[in-house]
Each structure stands twice: as C-alpha cells, then as structure tokens.
C-alpha cells in the first residue's frame, strides 16, 4: 500500500542520514523505485550521473572561488537536477517513486552559495511536485557528529572559511530554513531525529504506506 501517494521525496539537512536511510528501504519497500544520484542507485547507461558527483567533489568544490565561480558550480549542479527530473518523468506511473531531494537542496544550496540566476529557479519549479515529502530531521550538533566532527566537510555544508562547527552548525540551521520554505505549499511530514539509522528508515516507511 502506498497510501495513493506515489512520487514522494526523501529531504533534510546534511548529515540527517538520507543515503543510509535510503539503502535500508531498498530492502523495506522492494515495490517502490528509489532515485538518487548516488551511484547505488543510478542505472549503469546513467554512469555519467556519479562521475559527474565525483569530480565535483574531487575538483570543482575545492577550486571554489578561485578555478571557478558559483555560476559554474550552478551549472554543473543542475545535470543533477535535470536528471532526477527526467527520472520522474520518465517512471512507470503504476510505480510509487521516492526521489532522494530532488531539486529542494541542491536549490536551497544554490542560493547559499550566493547563485542568483532566478530564471533557473523558477524552471525548476515548473518541475512535477511529489504528493508528500519527508523531511528526515536532525540536529546540527548531532550531524556535526555524524560527520566525525567536521571530517571531510565540502564547501557546501558549512559557513565561512574554515569548516569549524560554529560555521557548520549555522549553515545547517539556514539550510534547514531554505528546504523547508521551498516545500511549504506542499503536504510534508517531518520526523524528528531518529536513534538509529534502522528507526529512520522504518518511521520513513511508515509514513509512505500509510
């Protein structure tokens, strides 16, 4: 049963365990299609997707501001936005869709980043709309420490030049501010931080076999 619903969205902060939670429904709801640009879940002709991830990660966010501006970043950001709009539009409407994010974070980091290009916004949001979104919550404090304390943090999860908690935990606040203002005019359930990453993923499915 999926409650009639059968394109929703998987959304939250950095560090709120969507990527876990994500791999755990694999096997919870075997009837529904998962989308992400994580490559376990990107089909091999769609290769381009991950690889495309990577060098951001690899190249691109470390050469931010200096290699390359914040309109290249939004540039190569929206491949990832286009593709998971083409995944659901796309899809087998007989079968229920849960899309990790979609374009809500990635718009919502945009804007952080300092990308004014309206014009772009607002095409994203001619995009198809989920029948609910999840929004998965966590702390700034807690996802600082599921990022092992600032290990590894990318120049879009943090405030400032250093990636220090402060600045992490105040970019994560605004952060959460901006997703939950793009979705407001849609139906959404927030749950709030989980124990585990099995309680997550149980407390997500409840919501969309409801």
Same mark, same amino acid.
């Given at each position: 049963?999926?409650?009639?619903?059968?394109?929703?969205?998987?959304?939250?902060?950095? !560090?709120? !365990?969507?990527?876990?939670?994500?791999?755990?429904?694999?096997? $919870?709801?075997?009837?529904?299609?998962?989308?992400?640009?994580?490559?376990?879940?990107?089909?091999?002709?769609?290769?381009?997707?991950?690889?495309?991830?990577?060098?951001? @990660?690899?190249?691109?966010?470390?050469?931010?501001?200096?290699?390359?501006?914040?309109?290249?970043?939004?540039?190569?950001?929206?491949?990832?936005?286009?593709?998971?709009?083409?995944?659901?539009?796309?899809?087998?409407?007989?079968?229920?869709?849960?899309?990790?994010?979609?374009?809500?974070?990635?718009?919502?980091?945009?804007?952080?980043?300092?990308?004014?290009?309206?014009?772009?916004?607002?095409?994203?949001?001619?995009?198809?709309?989920?029948?609910?979104?999840?929004?998965?919550?966590?702390?700034?404090?807690?996802?600082?420490?599921?990022?092992?304390?600032?290990? !590894? $943090?990318?120049?879009?999860?943090?405030?400032?030049?250093?990636?220090?908690?402060? !600045?992490?935990?105040?970019?994560?606040?605004?952060?959460?501010?901006?997703?939950?203002?793009?979705?407001?005019?849609?139906?959404?359930?927030?749950?709030? @931080? @989980?124990?585990?990453?099995?309680?997550?993923?149980?407390?997500?499915?409840?919501?969309?076999?409801?």
């Amino acid at each position: 049963m999926t409650g009639g619903r059968t394109f929703c969205v998987l959304l939250g902060p950095d !560090g709120a !365990g969507k990527s876990s939670v994500m791999g755990r429904l694999a096997g $919870l709801l075997p009837e529904w299609r998962l989308v992400s640009t994580d490559s376990a879940f990107v089909a091999p002709e769609h290769a381009l997707i991950p690889r495309l991830r990577r060098d951001l @990660q690899d190249h691109l966010l470390p050469g931010l501001g200096v290699a390359y501006s914040v309109d290249f970043l939004a540039s190569v950001l929206q491949t990832a936005v286009v593709h998971l709009r083409d995944q659901v539009r796309g899809r087998d409407p007989r079968v229920p869709v849960l899309v990790d994010s979609y374009y809500y974070k990635i718009l919502a980091k945009c804007r952080m980043a300092g990308v004014r290009d309206s014009r772009m916004y607002d095409w994203w949001r001619t995009f198809p709309q989920p029948d609910r979104v999840v929004y998965l919550d966590v702390s700034p404090e807690a996802a600082w420490r599921r990022r092992c304390d600032g290990s !590894g $943090l990318n120049a879009l999860e943090y405030d400032g030049d250093d990636g220090d908690r402060a !600045g992490f935990e105040r970019y994560q606040r605004d952060l959460r501010k901006l997703l939950l203002e793009e979705v407001r005019y849609l139906p959404v359930t927030v749950l709030p @931080q @989980q124990p585990s990453v099995d309680r997550a993923a149980e407390a997500v499915r409840e919501v969309l076999t409801a």
